[in-house]
């Protein structure tokens, strides 16, 4: 089965927070609203973003397994000579490697995304991690 990468909506929508919240603590607010604008601000990445991230984990999961499953049928290579009457073999074995590596990108741009939503929740600069 295949799986698609997420989308990476949740990502921006975390910079967006992050980006908010400081603008907030820029604008020094000493009011009593300040507490209960930054808990809204952290529910609502709990609840927006937090899944998003789980869905990048999970996909890259699934990626992973997928190369598990076709590293099995490469096993097969090794029953090959260079002499293989069969031609069709050779192409079969390039495109299970071309599948890898397909599904080695999404998997990389799932565990990207995650990174991305976790440093941009947390606060963090890339430098930072």
């Known amino acids: 089965m295949k ?13 967006a927070v992050a980006r908010l919240s400081g ?8 009011c009593e609203c300040r507490s209960k604008l930054d808990e809204t ?3 609502f990445a709990t609840l927006e973003i937090g899944p998003a ?3 990048h984990l999970t996909n890259a999961r699934h990626q992973r397994a997928h190369i598990e499953t076709i590293l099995l049928f ?20 390039a495109l299970l ?3 890898i590596a397909t599904i080695a990108k999404n998997g990389a741009f799932s565990m990207r995304a995650a ?9 963090w600069t890339v430098a930072e991690t």
């Open 3 to 15: 799986h698609e990468p997420p989308e990476n909506s949740a990502a921006e929508m975390a910079n």
């Open 23 to 30: 603008l907030i603590n820029e604008a020094g607010l000493d």
């Open 41 to 43: 601000l952290s529910r």
């Open 53 to 55: 991230a789980r869905e």
């Open 74 to 93: 490469l096993q097969d290579l090794d029953e090959i000579g260079e002499a293989e009457r069969d031609s069709s073999v050779y192409l079969d074995f």
């Open 97 to 99: 490697f071309d599948d």
């Open 115 to 123: 990174r991305s939503i976790r440093c941009a929740r947390d606060g």
